[in-house]
């Protein structure tokens, strides 16, 4: 089984890279827009990234337009770097698919992700007789045929409580671990208490939040401790059950979510 690492700004690269048990490097962002500019903006660790010796993995979160188009500009003005550094691409966005497909059609691997398709992550399921609750929103086989006409082989998914069942897809599972993202949100806590706004408001701009600031909230719902951290609300599930199950590929460590 593979095994990836999540890189947030405030990773110690250096540590990492210096990793005997890592084969990929995830970097970017995946589901703040505001966070993924800002990281495009690092030139530091940008570059120390695209000049490590690991395998990399670029990640993408939902796009406005505006950002879009950044992004575009972004990958042109390092169409070299990225061609020789990056080996594949988690998309979040069709936008982004779209851009992706035309500059790497078959040549870089593009993996599907978790926000283009419903997983249940609610943890209170594990208590639910709720039918279906743990087979992913994506598992038909029409969806086969898409994955086809993009050439993509593999999702990526999360472990939820309740456990996960995959009966059709045709393709490569890859698995977070242990943070479970049960929602995200554009009311980003982080942000609106930085800007001492006391009353929801959808961010419209913002300077990067960095990821290991200490702004987050905690909630205990019956067995299981909440987090709620600036624009998402996350969980732990350290059971390995479908992972050691041999069913996922690939297990991408996300520990710095709140390290």
């Keep these: 089984m593979e095994k990836a690492y999540l890189v947030t700004q405030n990773t110690n690269l250096k540590k990492i890279l210096e ?23 690092n030139k530091k660790i940008i570059n120390d990234l695209f000049w490590s010796n690991l395998s990399l993995t670029l990640l993408s979160p939902h796009l406005s337009n505006t950002s879009l188009l950044i992004f575009k500009k972004f990958i042109h003005t390092h169409l070299q770097e ?22 790497f059609w078959k040549k870089k691997k593009i993996i599907f992700w978790n926000y283009l398709f419903n997983q249940q992550k609610d943890p209170l399921l594990l208590f ?10 994506i598992d038909y086989n029409m969806y086969n045929d898409f994955f086809r006409k993009y050439d993509i082989k593999n999702i990526e998914i999360y472990n939820p409580i309740h456990g996960l069942i995959i009966n059709n897809l045709d393709v490569n599972t890859y698995v977070y671990y242990p943070y479970v993202i049960q929602n995200i949100t554009r009311y980003c806590n982080r942000s609106l208490i930085f800007d001492k706004i006391n ?35 996350i969980y732990t599930n ?7 199950s041999k069913k996922a590929e690939r297990i991408i460590y996300n520990y710095d979510i709140i390290k």
Aim: aromatic share 18%; charged share 25%; proline share 1%.
């Design 19 to 41: 990793s005997e048990n890592i084969d990929i490097l995830y970097f970017w962002e995946w589901e703040c827009e505001f966070n993924f500019i800002s990281f495009l903006g």
């Design 82 to 103: 990225i061609s020789k550094s990056v080996q594949e691409f988690v998309v979040n966005d069709f936008g982004v698919l779209s851009i992706l497909s035309e500059l």
């Design 128 to 137: 639910s007789d709720r039918p279906n609750k743990d087979v992913l929103g």
């Design 199 to 233: 009353y929801s408001q959808i961010v419209d701009k913002c300077s990067g939040c960095k990821w290991k600031e200490s702004i987050k909230f905690e909630q205990d719902l019956l067995w299981k401790k909440i987090y709620s951290i600036w624009n998402k609300t």
């Design 238 to 244: 350290f059971s390995l059950s479908y992972i050691s």
